[in-house]
């Protein structure tokens, strides 16, 4: 191939010179002597090390008080969760209403791919299904909220035509609380009621009117 037919097709043309140069080329093979001292890998087995400090550790104790403590620190998140930041007790008596309603920005699809929420629709899980209790969410480490739990309690026991009351910490020990209440005290983990509601404050009711949530924050006494 002349050099203006290359210049003419460009690089893919040397390119597939190139190829056929160098697949042409005869293969042979040569002892290239040594070049350097050889040495058996030295590196230990990294299975084999983690296993030995897992039997020294497992010899002196020490894991046996590993698994004590994580047992441990498990049970305390249990028993005294983290307490939902940004509230503060409330001093005056507020309420308003909170609409539920959710928008779809994406549809939602069955399991063979067909839509059957469209997008943007905006749809109140009160249409569907309604709130059966009122919600009372309150600090368990604050005697005085905790006194108007108990007062909510009572009142509830007593009306029997009020609706069933749920109890929300957002801050204490709720498994301690039910065992002494004899009924379930649920905790807010995370705050993703507080948030979702708009919460600055507690104790706190919360009930629903018509299609939509009443809040009432109500201070303690």
Known sequence: MTMAACRRYGRPVLLSLAVVLLTD????????????????????DTLEQIEQELRAKQA??????????????????????????GLRSAQVARAWH???????????????????VPAGT?????????LRSVLFLFDGR???QVA?????????EADRVRRPLT??????????????WKRPVYFDQGGRTVQRLG????????????RLLLVEEVPAP
């Open 25 to 44: 080329l005869p293969a042979s093979a040569r002892d290239l002597g040594t070049v350097g001292p050889v040495y058996p890998v030295a590196e230990p």
């Open 60 to 85: 002196s104790g020490e894991l046996a008080r590993l698994r004590e403590d994580g047992q441990r620190q498990v049970l305390a998140s249990v028993q005294t969760p983290q307490p939902v930041s």
């Open 98 to 116: 909170f609409d539920p309603s959710v928008k779809f920005d994406e549809p939602v699809l069955d399991d063979k791919g067909r839509v059957i």
């Open 122 to 130: 905006v749809a109140n899980p009160l249409d569907v299904v309604s």
């Open 142 to 144: 604050d005697p005085k």
């Open 148 to 156: 108007l739990a108990r007062a909510e309690i009572a009142r509830a």
């Open 167 to 180: 109890l929300i910490l957002v801050g204490g020990t709720p498994l301690a609380l039910a065992a002494e």
């Open 199 to 210: 919460l600055t404050a507690v104790p706190a009711r919360v009930r629903q009117d018509g």
